[in-house]
């Protein structure tokens, strides 16, 4: 769906256009403000007031670019809300969150928008061990004993959604991720 046709239908107080937009943007947001943010339940919340704002205030919103851009434009503002209400929190300068409109940020929210798409392709339960690898940092051994599954099951599990991401994402954004990714 096209964003002007999103934008459209959200304007028109179509809840299911707003849920396709979260379904596309939910993650890839969280994923970009906890990467500043440094707390996934912080990065959540803002993320979800941002839809909540969308929702809102969508009769006075006027999108002159992209949807997309709008929407990280403003999580980036409501980030600089959170930081400025509490500089406790602050731990580097609002100055260091990035311009949402520069290539290097546009280039970053294309890697983590091709990441969750790559990463939704894959199987649910080869998907399910790769984000407790990756996101919550566990170890094989971990794995294996949440999911009553053994470690061997594991291990070619995280092997086969490596290689899937590998043949999935540009080579640059897979050397990238890999930097990241938890070898056990």
């Known amino acids: 769906m096209e964003d002007r046709n ?9 809840v299911n256009a707003l849920r396709f937009l979260h379904d596309m943007y939910y993650y890839p947001m969280c994923v970009w403000a906890n990467k500043y943010l440094h707390n996934e339940v912080v990065a959540e919340e803002i993320v979800s007031d941002c839809f909540m704002k969308l929702w809102d205030r969508r009769k006075q919103i006027v999108i002159e670019k992209s949807l997309k851009s709008y929407l990280f434009l403003m999580l980036r503002n409501q980030m600089v809300s959170y930081f400025r209400k509490d500089k406790s929190r602050l731990v580097f300068g609002t100055d260091k969150l990035p311009e949402m409109m ?12 091709n990441l969750y798409s790559a990463i939704n392709k894959i199987p649910e339960q080869r998907r399910r061990i790769l984000e407790l690898a990756v996101f919550d940092a566990l170890t094989y051994k971990e794995i294996a004993s ?24 540009d080579p640059n954004d897979f050397v990238f991720l890999s930097m990241f990714m938890k070898q056990n």
């Open 6 to 14: 999103i934008w459209n239908s959200i304007v028109a107080g179509e």
């Open 146 to 169: 949440r999911l009553n599954i053994s470690v061997n099951t594991v291990k070619t599990q995280i092997g086969r959604a490596y290689q899937f991401l590998k043949e999935e994402l």
């Open 102 to 113: 520069g290539e290097e940020v546009a280039a970053e929210q294309d890697f983590y928008s």
